[in-house]
Structures are given as structure tokens and as C-alpha cells.
């Protein structure tokens, strides 16, 4: 049996609800910075390009960064840096410095994008115990897309660019003064423990969650485009893609602590196969829906998979190293495949595309059978102990 939301306790949802808060304002900016630098900046499309991309490229690079400090300084401390660069973000679109500062608050936003991360996973894990860090990560989860989510929506009925902009500095303000009221009990690494940054176990688990997420930049890029030619259901689509994610991570999100987490890996990325080769054949508006809510379904457990897998076979005082790394991955491979999908669909189709991101998870298949048949967990900490650990 799995465990009911209420069973992890109010300082974790206290936890959840900051990882909300920070990806909320996260959200409510995003679609609006494009619009801004060309239009209010006088910026060419070039220069938007380069704006957006640059928090890719920043956020990969913390990933190194983020995991030693929330492994080394502690988890609130890295969740609390996080928020105060997104706060600070915020602070920078809203300074008159023209393009630099456009710059300047998307570095500040990927750096803080890391940071809260990596510190929310690392320290979900074990105020909910690592013998439920699948179920853990899936409410991790569910805050981020939650926020991002929701985001866009709120920053739409703001209006402009600064009100969104304000905005994401009051939700980083909100998140950390809730999360400043959350102990910590996890002990950070004594002085002159050293540990590998990049640590080799984690190439296999980091290249399988790399190739899941190639399918990504062809949902968020071509999705709406390639439905266009075949009856427009692409928002809908869109819709159901990011509302099955939601609602099964949420309430599915322990089934890999329930049951081997090899199945719920391998199934998930047979449905994803199945959603995105429907998406890839052009089909009738329903089908199309229907497509991307299978694929939203089998992408809810992959991640959760590998990373509960991961975390249970790693010391606890490497947690934050494990996530950094397995996160940079997922930067690494969306950034890669984004290139990589506009020049398929450039040369041959939209179709092209989605079938391309269907074939990674025949490697994602492969890789993850290699993670799965490694040594047994040799994990960490408990929730019991954890708790003890708060204890006066």
C-alpha cells in the first residue's frame, strides 16, 4: 500500500508549497520575456534567442555547483539561494538597463532554477524518507509543473512584463520566508570530506533520463504547429500532455515504491512511445488528445524511476550531488534535442521529429535495464531517523 498525502507531514508540504511558489514566478515571466526584449528592448530575433537560451546554458553549469552546496552546506541553504537569485531576477528585468539586464535576470533566474531544485529534491527525499523517494519526487514534481503551469496564466492577466516581473520577486520573497520556518535535520558534510563531483555511476542513470526527455523540445516546439495541418487541436493537446503529468505524479507517484521500479521505468516509456507515435501521424483532433495524454500518463514515472533508484543506492550526504548531476543531463539533452528536432523537422517533417524523440527511448529502454540490474541500494536515511534527527 502507498502513503497518503497526509502521512508526510506538514513541514513537507510546507516544502512542496515553496517549490510551488518559486516556480510560479519562474512561470509568470517565461512567456513574456520573449515579447519584451523585441518589443520594449528594441531587440532583433536573434537576441531573443540568445535571452532564452542563456538560462539553459547557466542552468546546466550550476547543476555542478548546486549539488556540492546543498550536500556540503545543506539542502535549505541551497533551496534558500535558489529563491533569493530568482527574487533577485526579478529585481533585474525590472531596472531600466535594457538588454543587459534582460541578461542579467535570466543568468540569476537558471542559477536560482538549479539551486531551488536540487535543494527541494535533495531535501523532500528525507523529510519523506528514502524508502518513499519516488512518491517524494513525484510531489517535487507536481509543485514545478504546477507553478509553471499555472504561471503563464497569471503573468497573461498581469498584463506586462514588469507587473510579471514583480511578481515572481513577491512569490521568491513568499517561498522563503515560508521556508525559513522549516528545520532542518540533515548534517552537512564535515570539513575536508572530499567527493567526486561528477561521480561515474551516474553517467548510465543521467544519459537514460537524458534521451527520455528528447521528446520535450518536440512537444513545447512543434506540437501545435505540426497538429495546425491536421484539424488545430494542438493547445488542446498540450492541455491533456500537461494535465495527465500533473495528476498522475501527484497521485501515481509512489508506484515505483511500490512495485519494481524497473516495470514502472520501462512502462512508462512503452506509453510514451505509443503517444508520441500517434502525435507523429497526424491524427483526428480526439486521437491527437488522446496521443499526448498517453504520453503525459507514461512520462509521469521514468524520472521518478531513475532518480528514487539513484538516491537509494547513494549516501545520503551525496543526495544533492546525485540530483545535481542526474538534472544537468536533462539540461544537457533538452538543450542538444532542441537543436537537433528543428533540424529534422527543417529537413523532413514535423512527423519526423516526433518519431525521432519515439526512437531515444529504445536507448532510454536499453540504458535503464543496465541502471536496473546494477547492485542492489546500499541507501541512506530513513524518515524515522530523519525525524529523530529534528528532535531537541
Known sequence: MGSSPREFGPLFWSLIAATFLGFLGIGTVLPQIGPHVRNDLGGSDQTVGFVIGVFSFVALGSRFFSGPLADNRGRKIAFLAGLASCGLAGAAYMFPWGIPGAYLGRTLQGFGEACLYTGAAAWAVELGGVERSSQALGYVSTGIWGGISAGPVIGHWLGTFERAALMQMVTAIVAFALLT???????????????????????KPGLAVGFVNVHYPVITGFLVLHLANHGDSGKAAFSAYAGLILVSRFFLGGLPDRIHPRITFLGGIALMAVGLVILGSGPAPWLAI???????????????????????????????????????????????????????????????????AAGSLAV????????????PEISSVTRDEYVEALEP
Request: cysteine-free; proline content about 6%.
Open 181 to 203: 520556518k522549516v528545520p532542518e535535520g540533515y548534517a552537512p558534510n564535515p570539513e575536508g570530506h572530499r567527493r567526486d563531483w561528477f561521480p561515474r555511476s551516474l553517467i
Open 364 to 375: 532510454a529502454g536499453v540504458l535503464g535495464l543496465i541502471v536496473f540490474q546494477a547492485s
Open 290 to 356: 488522446t496521443g499526448a495524454a498517453v504520453l503525459g500518463f507514461g512520462f509521469s514515472f521514468p524520472w521518478s524511476s531513475i532518480g528514487s533508484t539513484v538516491l537509494k543506492r547513494t549516501p545520503a550526504r551525496e543526495h544533492g550531488t546525485a540530483v545535481g548531476v542526474l538534472s544537468a543531463f536533462y539540461d544537457l539533452f533538452v538543450g542538444v534535442s532542441s537543436f537537433a528536432a528543428g533540424a529534422v523537422a527543417t529537413r523532413f517533417s514535423y512527423s519526423a521529429a516526433f518519431y525521432m
